[in-house]
């Protein structure tokens, strides 16, 4: 079925307006879906295949590893303690999202040790601007820092989107939906904020698509590719970026569809304010569709 692209985009917007998870100004009160709650007693170990065992035990490290970031973010923002608040319950959800899929691969995998895999990440993976008392955004400017954050959730929320669709196993899917539910939630949070700090400083479209770009650029660094050395090679495996970078990717973009990739590019041009159903929103979509079926097949 059609939909045309701003009303797909209208629906996107209302729909982040509308869910019930969405309805908080500047706190999130609802009720958090548990790790105990989650159906483990239908866990399918057989529907299983090896290669999303390994891209989820990558994503479990990652998403563990909030804590760095969120202290961060308190430095950048450090005198506004409502954002402040909102930033350390994103990162306990963010925590909860890491043990929750490393929970899930503990068991399909019981060879599989989460701590040491996340110590040997933490040991090998460090983040200049998360390790020094840098107050100072490293995007220019607090809207920027923002932006980023949003280029982060788009990533996500379309990552888990698309793995919960694509995997049989029961309790990773219920998994995926939930931590897909939360990074939807969590770009709301940082795009309400971005909204706020617009108003004080002047970062215009441009700026913010720049930064955009700049971050979704980063996707491809060190870090999945490191997490996903961390959490699959043998012990005396000698890291290599793009061994590692080319094992990950092979992995992961396989699961996303085009209604995934329409979806995050909506959300970037409203982080970045521009319009959908356009000339460059259709070029963009259409672009993002080709490099990510270009690197499929390269794989
Ligand atoms: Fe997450
Ligand atoms: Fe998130």
Redesign the pocket.
Known sequence: MYIPKDILFRTLCQGLRNAPEMRYKHRMTYEHWTIQGLPWDELSPGRVDPDTLAIIKAAALV?YN?RDYADYLCRVFADDAVLQTDINRWAE??VQ??AALGAWAGRIDPSWDFNAAMARFRTGYKIDHFANDNAESVRGSRSGELVARCMVEVG?SSY?TAIGRAVEEPVLKQICRH?AG??FR?YKLFYDAMKRYLATENLGRFGRLKVALGRIAESEDDELAYAYYAANAPADAPYDRKTYNREYTTRAYRYYGRAEVDRAISMVFKACGFKPNTLPHRMATGTAWWLLSSKRKAA
């Open positions: 998403e909030a959800e963010e999202h890491g996500t888990y931590i939360d990074e969590h």
